[in-house]
């Protein structure tokens, strides 16, 4: 039987992520996302759901995220399941699901991006031509 773990998340870093080294002196950092889920309920009301998820890097992706993501950031997270199990100093059972993070993309929020957009070209884009045009500019 074939099987497939692959997660592929987007939403808001829930806490600001700080970097730790464990003793082979690999990076690591946990990240919290919320994930918003916006629907229209049975009234036909807008509604949305959260689901936080936890999420763990590695590497040098887990400098990365250290270094540029804070509380609020928007970002891609593809990875996998993980399960994790252990045993307390009293002896009770734990466990948790969270998502091995394999890349983790840096999103730019739309309005940011878009004043960014501005600031830098320091004009207003030219406008496009409607007419399709060859790879010469003849059209066609």
């Given at each position: 039987?074939?099987?497939?773990?692959?997660?592929?998340?987007?939403?808001?870093?829930?806490?600001?992520?700080?970097?730790?080294?464990?003793?082979?002196?690999t990076?690591?950092?946990?990240?919290?996302?919320?994930?918003?889920?916006?629907?229209?309920?049975?009234?036909?009301?807008?509604?949305?759901?959260v689901?936080?998820?936890?999420?763990?890097?590695?590497?040098?992706?887990?400098?990365?995220?250290?270094?540029?993501?804070?509380?609020?950031?928007?970002?891609?997270?593809?990875?996998?399941?993980?399960?994790?199990?252990?045993?307390?100093?009293?002896?009770?059972?734990r466990?948790?699901?969270?998502?091995?993070?394999?890349?983790?993309?840096?999103?730019?929020?739309?309005?940011?991006?878009?004043?960014?957009?501005?600031?830098?070209?320091?004009?207003?884009?030219?406008a496009?031509?409607?007419?399709?045009?060859?790879?010469?500019?003849?059209?066609?």
């Open positions: 039987m074939a099987a497939m773990n692959r997660v592929f998340l987007v939403g808001n870093v829930t806490r600001d992520p700080e970097v730790r080294k464990v003793g082979s002196g990076s690591v950092l946990d990240l919290g996302l919320a994930v918003t889920e916006r629907y229209r309920d049975k009234s036909g009301k807008q509604a949305e759901e689901c936080f998820v936890d999420v763990v890097v590695w590497g040098k992706q887990a400098e990365a995220c250290g270094q540029y993501l804070h509380k609020g950031s928007p970002a891609l997270i593809e990875g996998r399941l993980q399960f994790d199990q252990w045993e307390t100093d009293k002896g009770e059972k466990s948790r699901l969270r998502v091995r993070a394999e890349r983790v993309q840096f999103l730019e929020r739309r309005a940011e991006g878009a004043a960014a957009e501005v600031e830098t070209a320091g004009e207003e884009p030219p496009r031509s409607s007419t399709p045009r060859r790879s010469g500019g003849q059209p066609f």
